[in-house]
C-alpha cells in the first residue's frame, strides 16, 4: 500500500518473496471476495434445502449492513449488538465483532495480531479443531488424513503476525481496507400461502414439497 514495504519483513525471505509483494487492496479485496463466495453457495445450498422440505424462501441483501449489525450511531437502533469503532482515517464504522458470540481475529478481541495469529492456529490444529489428529472425520483414517496437514510452525506465525500487525497499526483496523466483518446476504424462510398461488398462478407454481409441507412437518395442522 502507498509503496512501503512491511519493516522487518525481510528476515523472513527464505518463506516469503520479499521482492514482489502484492498491493493490501489486492489481498483485502481477494479475501473479501473468496469469503463472499461461501457465504452465497451457503446461502444457494439453504434454498435447495427449503425446496426439499417443502418451504418457501428468497436470498436477498437489500439491507443497511452498518445499522443491521448495530453500528447506526442511533442507541434506538441497535441491531444486533456487534461492538464497531470510528476512526478519523476512515469513512465509515468498522464493526468487529459479537463480544463473546462472534469475535473478529483482531484487536480489541485479541490484545495484538500475534496473539489473533495464535488464536487462529489454536482453532485450525488444537483439540476439536479441523487438522487435529483426534478430530472425527469421514475418511477410513481419519486420524492419519487430519494428521497430515503441516502445522504453522512459529517462524511462520511470526511472519504471519509482524504483516497483520503492520496493516493493524498504519490503518488502525484489521484488515486494513474492507469491513472487519460484513454481512452480505440473507436466506429467508416461511410457509408458502398455497391458496395465493392457486389463486393467481398456473398449476406447477410450487413443487409437492410444498403442497405437503404442513400436513408432513406441522402434525395436526391442516
Known amino acids: 500500500m502507498n509503496h512501503r514495504r512491511i519493516p522487518g519483513l525481510e528476515k523472513f525471505a527464505d518463506i516469503v518473496d520479499v521482492d514482489n509483494p502484492l498491493p493490501l487492496t489486492f489481498l483485502d479485496q481477494y479475501s473479501l471476495t473468496e469469503c463472499t463466495a461461501e457465504l452465497s453457495t451457503a446461502a444457494y445450498a439453504g434454498m435447495l434445502m427449503q425446496q426439499a422440505i417443502g418451504l ?9 449492513r452498518l445499522t443491521m449489525l448495530g453500528a447506526s450511531g442511533d442507541p434506538q437502533v441497535p441491531g444486533l449488538g456487534f461492538r464497531y469503532d470510528v476512526d478519523e482515517r476512515w469513512a465509515l464504522p468498522n464493526p468487529t465483532g459479537l463480544p463473546g458470540v462472534f469475535e473478529g481475529h483482531c484487536p480489541p478481541h485479541h490484545p495484538a495480531m500475534r496473539a489473533a495469529v495464535d488464536h487462529f492456529c489454536e482453532r485450525k490444529f488444537g483439540p476439536g479443531g479441523p487438522f487435529h489428529p483426534d478430530t472425527p472425520g469421514p475418511w477410513k483414517d481419519s486420524h492419519k488424513v487430519r494428521a497430515s496437514a503441516q502445522v504453522h510452525d512459529e517462524k511462520f506465525r511470526a511472519c504471519v503476525a509482524l504483516q497483520a500487525q503492520y496493516a493493524f497499526d498504519t490503518f488502525g483496523k484489521f484488515p486494513a481496507t474492507v469491513p472487519t466483518i460484513f454481512i452480505l446476504m440473507y436466506l429467508q424462510s416461511h410457509h408458502l400461502d398455497l391458496e395465493y398461488y392457486d389463486t393467481l398462478f398456473k398449476p406447477g ?5 410444498h403442497a405437503e409441507h404442513l400436513s408432513k412437518w406441522h402434525t395436526g395442522i391442516e
Open 56 to 64: 418457501g424462501g428468497w436470498t436477498f441483501n437489500g439491507i443497511d
Open 205 to 209: 407454481a410450487y413443487l409437492r414439497t
